[in-house]
């Protein structure tokens, strides 16, 4: 169920009179109404899949999970393949693909990545609403001929990430990858849409020193923070070292080489 921690709350709706069904078994499984008229935020059911708008004269477009065309589909083609930095920072090298576990999901953006050079991905989301944007994208992605076989390295999981890693059952993975929302002060850094619609819904992660604490205990080769380039690192143990972007950074917490 989603906490309605939003202005104004939150609604499903269906965009069309032939996804009203889809809709209420939205609404059923968020725990969230159909008719609020005092709503912020809403849950769209439509031809394009599930997607989240806020509502308000000065609102920034629906946000929506697509692994298939726009953004992911250009990272996918242009993106630089295992040169990137991500795929360093993980350790993608030749004949290297390892296990990752990408404990802070969100939208699924670095997952897709990953996945599409090969390596193994588990995801966890704890935000109802991210999660079901991020369950709809895979679902309507499994069945790109192309996109297909890389969402199919991508599984999904939801609840708490904390508890998760403490509790896990089986072989650990050998990459623990997070990217914990950080408490931005600079309002310039809430420009891009995804984070004007989010950070209402979905808070700043105040847990990110237990996350990491939790990922070292289970990654078996190494975890990796990415952060904003001038944030400080998570409070804890040092990373050996850091890849250092424009505006992100990777923190490598290393603990035996990947082969």
Avoid at 166 to 176: A, D, L, T, Y
Avoid at 223 to 245: D, M, N, Y
Wanted: charged content about 25%.
């Amino acid at each position: 169920m989603v906490e309605q921690q939003a202005d104004g709350g939150i609604r499903v709706e269906a965009l069309t009179a032939d996804y009203q069904s889809k809709a209420q078994e939205w609404a059923q499984r968020l725990g969230l109404p159909l008719e609020d008229t005092q709503a912020g935020f809403a849950v769209q059911v439509g031809a394009s899949g599930l997607q989240i708008q806020q509502l308000g004269a000065q609102a920034p477009g629906p946000v929506r999970v697509d692994f298939v065309e726009g953004a992911a589909a250009h990272r996918r083609v242009f993106g630089g393949g295992s040169g990137q930095m991500i795929a360093k920072a993980v350790g993608v090298a030749q004949g290297v693909r390892p296990q990752v576990l990408d404990a802070t999901a969100g939208l699924g953006k670095d997952a897709f990545v990953l996945a599409s050079l090969g390596c193994q991905m588990t995801l966890i989301e704890r935000q109802p609403l991210v999660a079901a944007l991020l369950e709809d994208g895979l679902a309507r992605a499994a069945g790109d001929a192309e996109v297909g076989p890389i969402v199919a390295r991508m599984q999904l999981l939801t609840g708490n990430a904390i508890e998760r890693m403490r509790s896990w059952q089986g072989e650990p993975p050998q990459v623990i990858y997070l990217d914990p929302m950080f408490p931005h002060r600079d309002k310039s850094a809430l420009v891009k849409k995804e984070m004007r619609v989010f950070r209402p819904l979905v808070g700043d992660d105040l847990d990110a020193p237990a996350l990491l604490e939790a990922a070292l205990a289970l990654a078996s080769h190494r975890v990796v923070v990415k952060r904003p380039r001038k944030a400080p690192i998570i409070e804890g143990p040092k990373p050996s070292h850091s890849l250092e972007g424009k505006s992100s950074r990777y923190d490598i917490y290393p603990k035996k080489a990947l082969k």
